[in-house]
């Protein structure tokens, strides 16, 4: 189905609604920033324009406001990251601190710096200036990759226990619980270059999650799921929040902005410097 179309009949349907003209440009941008990044059909990945609208007042509706603060112990804090490709300053001595029981969401346009924060944070890349602490154990789900395409679900499973010291069977019963908590109920033959772009990433969540980590660094891992796969997904990020995790999780789904506890927007980087 054409993706323009789709979009259109989404905005008319969420009008109907009654949804707040803020709302409306927040879930079309971000569909259509999702359908152009995933090249997919807007009717496979979300249904009939009218079903979707319908699950987003719905949700909108239903939206828990974020727990208040109970503030845990801090076990992300990020200072005064400065990151330089080249010439380009994409990070400037930017802060971030997430104690036990928060979600911190970081948002901002594309290519202002989020996935580059993240993998800051995860001590895959290095700032040129700043420092990242992180007490305990750290979960990372990347945006892209993190899968090996010639090893099946399973195998990621016991790979990634492996460096917790997890036996290969208890490794394969965890990962198998937690992707059925994402609605995918055999992930066991395929490789995972045969599976399907959503699947790929509740494969990357549920390896992040695997070893029970007390901070979980997830960037934009909703990409490809379908509507309930999405629900459960933030069922399961509250459910690790409020056992006391810390969660930073970079989305362009403002409509979530209120189920967090706190938001760091990287577009509004004045040049200079700012403190978050
Ligand atoms: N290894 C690299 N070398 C050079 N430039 C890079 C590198 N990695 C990222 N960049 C650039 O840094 C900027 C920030 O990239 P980043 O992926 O962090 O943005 P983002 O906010 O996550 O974007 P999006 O919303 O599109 O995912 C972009 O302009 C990108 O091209």
Redesign the pocket.
Do not use: D, M
């Given at each position: 189905m054409n993706v323009n179309s789709w979009l259109a009949a989404l905005e008319i349907e969420l009008r109907r609604h009654g949804i707040g003209p803020d709302n409306i440009a927040n879930v079309v941008a971000e569909a259509a920033t999702h359908l152009r990044d995933s090249g997919e059909d807007p009717y496979a990945v979300f249904g009939p324009a009218e079903h979707y609208a319908a699950a987003v007042a719905e949700s909108i509706r239903t939206a828990p406001t974020a727990t208040p603060l109970r503030p845990g112990p801090v076990l992300l804090a990020a200072r005064g990251i400065t990151k330089r490709?080249?010439r380009?300053t994409?990070l400037r001595d930017v802060d971030l601190t997430v104690r036990a029981g928060q979600i911190a969401a970081v948002v901002?346009?594309?290519?202002?710096?989020?996935?580059?924060?993240l993998r800051i944070c995860a001590g895959l890349d290095s700032p040129d200036s700043g420092e990242v602490t992180v007490a305990g154990r750290l979960g990372y789900c990347p945006?892209q990759g993190g899968t090996l395409d010639y090893l099946r679900a399973d195998e990621h499973f016991v790979l990634v226990g492996a460096g917790r010291e997890l036996s290969r069977a208890r490794s394969r019963q965890i990962g198998r619980t937690a992707a059925a908590q994402l609605g995918w109920n055999e992930p066991v033959d395929t490789v995972a270059r045969n599976l399907s772009g959503g699947t790929r990433q509740k494969l990357n969540l549920t390896m992040s999650t695997l070893t029970e980590p007390d901070v979980l660094l997830l960037d934009?891992p909703y990409q490809g799921f379908d509507r309930g796969t999405y629900v459960n997904f933030w069922d399961e990020l509250w459910r690790l929040r409020d056992a006391g995790k810390a969660i930073v999780v970079?989305t362009?789904l403002l409509t979530q902005l209120d189920r967090v506890n706190l938001v760091l927007d990287?577009t509004s980087a004045p040049v200079g410097g700012a403190r978050r």
């Open positions: 490709y080249g380009r994409v901002g346009a594309n290519g202002c710096g989020k996935s580059t924060l945006q934009e970079v362009h990287l």
